[in-house]
């Protein structure tokens, strides 16, 4: 489990297909404190250390089933050298939980339609999958790229954010454009009323 608070900007180093995809990041972690097995969510999406290094800097290496390059943006841009990644690590027990249940369990890639500074911060609109744009609320909660937020306005499939400026500058979004793709993890919550109504 995560809470969408991002703790790291990870970069990928290498990206190889051994019948999976194996990915090598860059990390600012601590990698002599990362267990074989741990999961860290890169963009969102969670994934199983499978080795770590520190030379010529601290990474560690995951390995990326089919099915998660499908669902993910990993299939579109097959995270090329250089691609910058928002990382945490798994919530532990006792943290602070500072933003909302996040699995790491991408739902789909949402479209970014546009992106304009609105005040000191920046507001950003998506258009969602068909498929889940039902479970996006006004006020509720949703994370794109591994990043817990909270949810403007909602008008069919596309919605609204705002960003402050140091969600901006603590995370990858300071670089996104229109027409870029993101991942997509609906909240929990949501999905278990949707669940309910649709059950009564």
């Known amino acids: 489990m995560f809470t969408g608070i991002v703790t790291d900007i990870g970069e990928v180093l ?9 990915a090598r990041i860059a990390t600012g972690y601590d990698v002599a404190g990362i267990a074989i097995g741990a999961s860290i969510a890169c963009d969102g999406v969670c994934l199983t250390v499978i080795a770590t290094g520190t030379e010529p800097r601290a990474w560690f290496d995951v390995e990326i089933s089919a099915e998660t390059v499908a669902r993910t943006t990993i299939g579109r841009t ?46 950003i609109r998506f258009r969602a999958p068909a498929d889940l744009a039902r479970f996006v609320a006004p006020k509720g909660s949703v994370a794109l790229n ?22 901006t500058e603590a995370t990858t979004w300071s670089a996104v454009r229109a027409g870029d793709a993101v991942n997509i993890e609906i909240d929990t919550m949501a999905r278990y009323v949707a669940r309910l109504q649709e059950a009564g």
């Open 14 to 22: 290498e990206v190889e297909r051994r019948g999976d995809l194996r």
């Open 78 to 123: 097959a995270w090329a050298p250089g691609t910058r990644l928002n990382l945490e690590r798994a919530l532990k027990v006792g943290d602070e939980l500072g933003g909302h249940i996040v699995s790491g369990h991408v739902d789909g890639v949402a479209e970014v339609l546009t992106v304009a500074p609105e005040g000191d911060s920046t507001r």
């Open 146 to 167: 591994g990043t817990s937020l909270t949810v403007n306005e909602v008008s069919g499939a596309e919605f609204g954010v705002n960003l402050i400026p140091h969600t």
